[in-house]
């Protein structure tokens, strides 16, 4: 069935995806600000902000916003990345109306209560500190601080102990008032929709927004750096990031497929090589993300404190001669793949939603799943190979986490 776009007075975009032969429904805000976007000394914001509209909103405390979604066998999630927060609810396809109250509630009338706040804290820096003590978590942090030094995208999205305790209700609010403005915002459903109904709650719950957009998000560039975390666990996580691309950008694809054969997979050179044939590393794989301006692409290592620099050796050759020598038959099977995965990964009422959501966001439109389909199929050997010696011949950054890095023997 067709998505559809609509836009309310104020900029709010609303898309809908009806889809045939389910009894539930997928709804969501997508907010195309995050962590990038914080002030100066209060890294965490964003997640901060996501934590605690869940604390108490209009007129539910967190145990009512708990039990009334629970009550009709529903779920509410959010998540805060670098470059975009969501709050999103599933429900039977009879109660999405109550999702699109409470996500609306969620960030239109917060509480913000201080001595919640100051509860929220001791969470928060919890979970900063599991993710300290996960070395295949943690070291993507150290890779993102190495490869964008000095910059809110080198930023964890956790934040830190001191921007963590710099937080108070008058930053939260100042949040939601600067950053969640209607052109900034998509209000996506999918599933057993009745679009009409949608659109009337959609203009009661975020018509009277005053139009406008978030402030301009900071400009980031990539600059070779390292980051070593010399703390001892049992295996050296290794993590290298090479300059990517925006994702409008006409190498997008390509890079994304060199990502794909280098290290995407089982069958990819990297998992072959380092690990099959070499046994120098238990996990390895390749991956290419991109944001609006910039991207990274990269490769991770676990490997014995013994094997670690050997492991990290042959992959920076494998990445070489891949780009110069990947062939045909692999680029067939890099884009066999990725388009699987794309189609795949769509097959939810959720899947659904976040792209839609996200299509939107990156493109001002609804892109259709064929169009990606379409551009992975555009991509040839030598745009693949091209894309690839462009990634490596930017600079590099290194992240370690596990202990010192011996020389390769």
Not at 88 to 111: Q, S, T
Request: charged share 25%.
């Amino acid at each position: 069935m067709t998505a559809r776009l609509h836009r309310l007075a104020n900029g709010l975009t609303v898309a809908v995806e009806p889809m045939a032969g389910v009894e539930t429904a997928a709804v969501g805000l997508y907010a195309a600000v995050g962590a990038r976007s914080e002030p100066a000394g209060l890294a965490g914001l964003a997640h901060m902000v996501e934590h605690m509209v869940f604390k108490g909103a209009a007129g539910r405390d967190a145990r009512a916003i708990a039990e009334d979604i629970e009550d009709v066998g529903g779920s509410l999630n959010a998540w805060t990345a670098r470059d975009q927060t969501v709050f999103n609810a599933r429900l039977l396809a009879a109660d999405l109306p109550l999702g699109v109250e409470i996500i609306a509630d969620l960030i239109r009338a917060p509480h913000f209560d201080a001595d919640e706040l100051e509860r929220e804290k001791s969470v928060v820096l919890a979970e900063l500190g599991e993710a300290r003590d996960t070395p295949d978590d943690i070291i993507f942090d150290h890779l993102q601080k190495a490869a964008f030094p000095d910059q809110s995208l080198g930023l964890p999205v956790l934040g830190d102990e001191a921007s963590i305790a710099a937080i108070d209700t008058g930053a939260l609010r100042g949040w939601l008032t600067e950053q969640y403005r209607p052109d900034a915002l998509v209000l996506a459903a999918a599933g057993k929709i009745d679009e009409e109904a949608l659109l009337r709650q959609a203009e009661a719950r975020f018509g009277d927004m005053a139009p406008g957009a978030p402030p301009a998000i900071p400009a980031a560039a990539f600059a070779p750096g390292v980051h070593h975390d010399v703390r001892r666990f049992d295996q050296l996580h290794l993590a290298l990031a090479f300059p990517g691309v925006g994702y409008l950008d006409q190498d997008a694809y390509a890079l994304g497929l060199f990502a794909g054969v280098a290290g995407g997979g089982a069958s990819s050179r990297l998992f072959q090589e380092v690990r099959e044939q070499r046994g120098l590393a238990y996990s390895v794989y390749a991956w290419n993300h991109s944001y609006a301006d910039t991207g990274v692409f990269g490769v991770y290592l676990a490997a014995s404190r013994r094997d670690g620099a050997k492991a990290l050796a042959l992959a920076r050759e494998i990445l070489a001669r891949t780009a110069d020598e990947m062939t045909e038959a692999e680029l067939q099977r890099g884009k066999t793949q990725a388009k699987a995965g794309l189609l795949m990964g769509a097959e939810s009422v959720q899947a659904r939603c976040d792209n839609l959501a996200r299509g939107i966001q990156i493109h001002g439109r609804i892109a259709p799943l064929s169009e990606g389909v379409e551009r992975f199929d555009a991509v040839t050997l030598a745009q693949a190979r091209a894309a690839g010696a462009k990634a490596l011949g930017g600079g590099e950054a290194l992240a370690t986490v596990g202990g010192k890095l011996a020389k390769a023997a």
